[in-house]
């Protein structure tokens, strides 16, 4: 196996409520897969281990032997909830958050994030990209030490993934980086209406093998 990166462990988080996309995200087709099984694909591709964080949602993990099903802790709420049952159960130092939701999102992509990782200091928390608007949350690498700092800020009245980035040491990794490999960005597109979906099958459509 190649060691010139830090080894990994995938969290795929799919327990949203899914609500403007008429609830079970995960579940839409996209392609001859599911939203979630993009994912899968993507984690068991570029990880050591792939944990799924699905919150109390029913699924199947038929064909996915590589893949273990966390349950999220009791208390908290939101994708916090889910990445803390992930970190307490990764079994690697560098954990990578993948969410159920985003199919046009490449391994040269993330990749890109793990280059960085291997590079860290030990002072950095976590590689995420990022520009004027703020840290993009997903794809993202967090260091398994922070999860202090994502059970401190489930406690906030603010437990976003934006509020605990605020308060971690992290690396960041313009977008401009990221045009140089891919100009539209696409890898970043996440779908949460079924327009969304349309045209993220549209975007895939447009991919030359």
Known sequence: MNRTRPALTALVLAGGAARRMGGAK?????????????????????ADETLLLAGEREVSLAGWERVRRIPDLPEGSGPLRGLAAGMSAAAHEWCLLLACDMPLLTSRTVRLLIAHA????????????????????????LRRRTL??????????????????????????????????????????????????????????????
């Not at 291997?118 to 690498?141: I, K, N, Q, Y």
């Open 118 to 141: 291997a590079t860290a200091v030990p002072a950095e928390d976590g590689v995420l990209f990022a520009s004027a608007r703020g840290w993009e949350p997903f794809p993202a690498l």
């Open 26 to 46: 995960a579940d839409h087709p996209f392609g001859a897969r599911t939203l979630l099984e993009c994912s899968l694909a993507l984690a068991t591709t570029v």
């Open 148 to 209: 202090s700092a994502v059970l401190r800020t489930m406690l906030l009245p603010d437990h976003s993934l934006q509020a605990l980035a605020a308060g971690l040491a992290l690396r960041r990794v313009e977008l401009s980086e990221l045009r140089g490999i891919e100009p539209d960005l696409r890898s970043l597109s996440n779908v949460n209406t079924p327009l969304d979906l349309r045209s993220a099958l549209q975007l895939a459509a447009e991919i030359v093998p």
